[in-house]
């Protein structure tokens, strides 16, 4: 059955403006359906621009889960984005890149070593299976600055899985201890000790 995404949702995947996509559909660059007064695109659409971009060799599939209970996740990520590659590209060189760490650290081991890739111009193109993988804040930026270096970065998917709360309330913990650290400083203990509490309970 096929799937419809939103001009937003295309958006997000190319690294580009809702207008941008507006545009392209203008254009006749990508086919859209309109459903009430709203431009809907076939998903199989996005399949075809993305594999007639130019000559695709190297692919770096990125996943990444925030703690050790989630491994066998990051090994389902791995396998689906294999999947979602040969789907889209074919037989291209895969290299995989993943992190057991917070969507909020900028110093993962991961991410690092894909903006290497990038800057020895090794890889062409960066899959994530959602744009948290990549980072919780600031996506646009690290898109544009794999575009500086001639790399795209695609999202594969639209909707998170329904565990990834789970994830987003560690993070929330990450950034209480963050802000508690600086505003209380050695008194923070139990500003932290309370959010944990309130963690356990939900």
Not at 13 to 35: L, N
Not at 129 to 144: I, M
Request: charged share 35%; net charge positive; hydrophobic share 40%.
């Amino acid at each position: 059955m096929e799937r419809y995404l939103t001009p937003s949702e295309v958006a997000e995947i190319f690294g580009i403006s809702r207008s941008g996509i507006i545009k392209w559909i203008r254009e006749g660059k990508i086919k859209a359906i309109e459903i009430n007064g709203r431009w809907r695109i076939p998903y199989s659409e996005v399949e075809r621009l993305i594999s007639g971009k130019e000559k695709v060799k190297q692919v770096a599939i990125y996943a990444r889960v925030s703690s050790n209970t989630q491994k066998d996740d990051l090994e389902r990520q791995l396998n689906t984005l294999k999947e979602w590659v040969k789907k889209t590209f074919g037989e291209v060189s895969v290299i995989e890149v993943k992190d057991i760490d917070s969507g909020l650290k900028e110093d993962r081991r991961g991410l690092k070593k894909l903006i290497e890739l990038a800057k020895r111009r090794q890889i062409d193109v960066v899959v994530v299976a959602y744009k948290d993988r990549l980072t919780r804040f600031g996506f646009e930026y690290l898109v544009e600055l794999f575009k500086a270096y001639g790399v795209n970065v695609i999202v594969a998917f639209q909707e998170e899985p329904k565990d990834y709360i789970q994830e987003l309330v560690e993070d929330f913990v990450e950034i209480v201890k963050s802000f508690a650290s600086k505003i209380y400083g050695h008194k923070y203990e139990k500003v932290i000790k309370c959010v944990e509490d309130t963690e356990k309970d939900n």
